[in-house]
Every structure is written in C-alpha cells, then in structure tokens.
C-alpha cells in the first residue's frame, strides 16, 4: 500500500507538466478505475444536485438549443432549489450573515463571463453570461455587478436568509470559529461541462461559496482557469471544493493545458490533484477538492484529494451519479 509519505515523494518527482509515459502507469495511485465513454453529447457534473441540472441541461439541448445554453439553464436549476445550502440565495451566509454569490460561464472560442461577490440576484450564472454578451468586460463584481444585474431587468431579491440557513447560522454564531468541513462545507459549488452532438464545448460554475466565510471573501468558482475552463481544441474543465487550494494551481486551466499536451481527461484530473496536494502540503488534512473534465472526443475523468466527491453523468444511455477516483482512501 502507498503511504501518504511515499505519495509526496512521487508528487514531487511528478510535479512538472511533462511526465513520461512510462512514469506515468507505472505511478497512477487513484483508487478506483478512469473513465472513458467518448460519447456525444455528454454532461457532467458537481455533487448529487448535478442529477437534476444534467436533466434540464439535457431537455434544452433535446429541443435545439446550444450547448452554452445547456451548461446556463442547467445550473439554474440548482440556483432556484431552496433546499440546496451551497448553491443560490437559500445558501448560507457568510460570517456577517449575508449571502454572497459568484458564478461563470465560458464557451470553446474562449469567450467568458462572471461575476463575484453578488447580492440579491437569484441567478448569477445568467447575470455572468450577461457580462460576457453584453459587456466589453469579463468580470464584475459586488455593488457594480448587482447594478449591471438591475439595468439588464434582473429584479433585486429579498435578502431575508432561508430559515434553514438562518437557523444553521444562530447555531454558528454560538461559538463563531470557522473550520470547514470536509465534503460538507467544502460540498460549495455546481460546476458543469458539456459537449454536444457536434463537439461544442461550453461550462459553467455557480455557488454561495463557503459557509461563515469573510465578508467579500471570493473563491475559485468565478476566477477563468481556477473554478471553469473550455477551450474547443482541448477540452473543458471544472473544479469544487477549497478554493483557495484550487486558485493556488490555477485548477481548471491546468487540466485543460494537459489535455492539450495529450494527457486523457482521467490523467490530467490525476495530475491536477497530485499539483494541488503538493501545493498545499502543509493544510492538505483540511482540504478536499475535486475536478471533472472531458475533451472534444467524449472522453471524460473525474479525480478528488480524498473520497467523498461524486458527480453527475448524463449520456444517451441516462442520467446517473459516479464516485470519483481519489488520492487518500478512507483508513
């Protein structure tokens, strides 16, 4: 078995972006098997709730509409689920008890929007595709997001907490510390990646970001290349989980740039993970995160720091959750 302290010397002699072929079987230390379907059209995405944003998704692209369309109307759904805690205005708040969003949407051709630290707007992930179509900008963010959201007809909503969330956050402020939990607290996003018939790609990423978090804290899921990549040559990428850690490696971009230098999408989420782990070596028993991609073929894969990651698939062949290969096994 592969202890943690062998796992850091392969990670070290595994850390540049060119690995051997060779080095590379012979070092893959993932549980679990890869993932390769090449199949078109294909969505994938983050956590349990990607089960009924991959079903939207499928229906707008069943009815004609574009695969940019798809990632959007997707992920609104998870926006719009009042009983979803990461996601949207009925998430928790941060450590002042306001909820604060962030969201961004990209498409193959490298056109991209988002916005980050937005107040009242029910669906950033359409305020992002917003910026991106009719703005010259690519992100805005806090007061000037939300007014950009009011003058495109985006109404203001109430800013009263969900009283699930309000009551989780009465209990928080009891004691006041922050310590994420690990799959719960870290469970922050919806990321989803898709390609169509006719190898379209496009992405999308929205949350309510990390529960209790400083007041104007902004995670990866709005950052191009930490939270969402796509590029049409090699292939799109999303992440979840600390943000911070994925910033450090700038997550998403870095999957899609090893499957531009020929890795598959299972390898380059394998590399990523093995990155980010030597990144942040020194905090990596408090950090869970997890990364999906896919490229133009329909290959995909799937990689997370520890179990506990799962993601939605959606095929011609149905709509169904997969645990993700991970590092560190449960002991």
Same mark, same amino acid.
């Given at each position: 078995?592969?202890?943690?302290?062998?796992?850091?010397?392969?990670?070290?002699l595994g850390?540049?972006?060119?690995?051997?072929?060779?080095f590379?079987?012979?070092?893959?230390?993932?549980?679990?098997p890869?993932?390769?379907?090449?199949?078109?059209?294909?969505?994938?995405?983050?956590w349990?709730?990607?089960?009924?944003?991959?079903?939207?998704?499928?229906?707008?692209?069943?009815?004609g509409?574009?695969?940019?369309d =798809?990632?959007e109307?997707? /992920?609104?759904v998870? @926006? &719009?689920?009042?009983t979803?805690?990461?996601? !949207?205005?009925? $998430?928790?708040?941060d450590?002042d008890?306001?909820?604060?969003?962030?969201?961004?949407?990209?498409?193959?051709n490298?056109?991209c929007?988002?916005?980050?630290?937005v107040?009242?707007?029910?669906?950033?992930?359409?305020?992002?595709?917003k910026?991106?179509?009719?703005?010259?900008?690519?992100?805005?963010?806090?007061?000037?997001?939300q007014?950009?959201?009011?003058?495109?007809?985006?109404?203001?909503?109430?800013?009263?907490?969900?009283?699930?969330?309000?009551?989780?956050?009465?209990?928080?402020?009891?004691? =006041?510390?922050?310590?994420? /939990?690990?799959?719960? @607290? &870290?469970?922050?996003?919806?990321g989803?990646? !898709?390609l169509? $018939?006719?190898?379209?790609?496009?992405?999308?990423?929205?949350?309510?970001?990390?529960?209790?978090?400083?007041?104007?804290?902004?995670?990866?899921?709005p950052?191009?290349?930490?939270?969402?990549?796509?590029d049409?040559?090699?292939?799109?990428?999303?992440?979840?989980?600390?943000?911070?850690?994925?910033?450090?490696?700038?997550?998403?971009?870095?999957?899609?740039?090893?499957?531009?230098?020929?890795?598959?999408?299972?390898?380059?989420?394998?590399?990523?993970?093995?990155?980010?782990?030597?990144?942040?070596?020194?905090?990596?028993?408090?950090?869970q995160?997890?990364?999906?991609?896919?490229?133009?073929?329909?290959?995909?894969?799937?990689?997370?720091?520890?179990?506990?990651?799962?993601?939605?698939?959606?095929?011609?062949?149905?709509?169904?959750?997969?645990?993700?290969?991970?590092?560190f096994s449960?002991?």
């Amino acid at each position: 078995m592969t202890t943690r302290k062998d796992f850091f010397k392969l990670g070290l002699l595994g850390s540049t972006l060119l690995i051997p072929d060779a080095f590379k079987k012979a070092t893959r230390l993932f549980p679990g098997p890869g993932f390769s379907v090449r199949e078109k059209p294909l969505i994938l995405s983050t956590w349990n709730h990607g089960i009924a944003a991959n079903a939207r998704a499928w229906e707008v692209l069943g009815s004609g509409g574009s695969i940019l369309d =798809a990632v959007e109307q997707g /992920v609104r759904v998870t @926006e &719009n689920d009042e009983t979803n805690r990461s996601v !949207g205005l009925a $998430g928790h708040p941060d450590r002042d008890g306001i909820v604060t969003l962030d969201a961004s949407i990209m498409k193959g051709n490298g056109d991209c929007g988002s916005v980050a630290f937005v107040r009242r707007i029910k669906h950033p992930i359409t305020l992002a595709r917003k910026v991106m179509e009719n703005t010259p900008h690519i992100m805005l963010a806090g007061e000037g997001a939300q007014q950009f959201a009011v003058s495109e007809g985006m109404p203001l909503e109430d800013e009263k907490l969900h009283p699930d969330a309000k009551n989780a956050y009465e209990k928080w402020l009891e004691e =006041a510390e922050y310590k994420p /939990v690990i799959n719960i @607290e &870290n469970h922050d996003t919806i990321g989803m990646i !898709g390609l169509d $018939g006719d190898g379209n790609l496009a992405g999308s990423c929205t949350t309510s970001g990390l529960s209790y978090k400083m007041h104007g804290r902004v995670g990866d899921s709005p950052i191009i290349g930490a939270g969402l990549y796509v590029d049409q040559k090699s292939g799109a990428a999303t992440a979840t989980g600390m943000g911070e850690s994925i910033i450090k490696i700038c997550g998403s971009f870095l999957a899609v740039e090893l499957m531009r230098q020929g890795r598959s999408p299972q390898e380059a989420c394998d590399e990523v993970v093995r990155r980010l782990i030597e990144k942040n070596r020194g905090q990596i028993d408090d950090i869970q995160a997890g990364f999906i991609a896919m490229n133009t073929e329909g290959d995909y894969g799937a990689a997370a720091v520890r179990p506990g990651f799962n993601f939605a698939r959606h095929t011609s062949g149905g709509n169904e959750m997969v645990d993700s290969s991970n590092y560190f096994s449960e002991r």
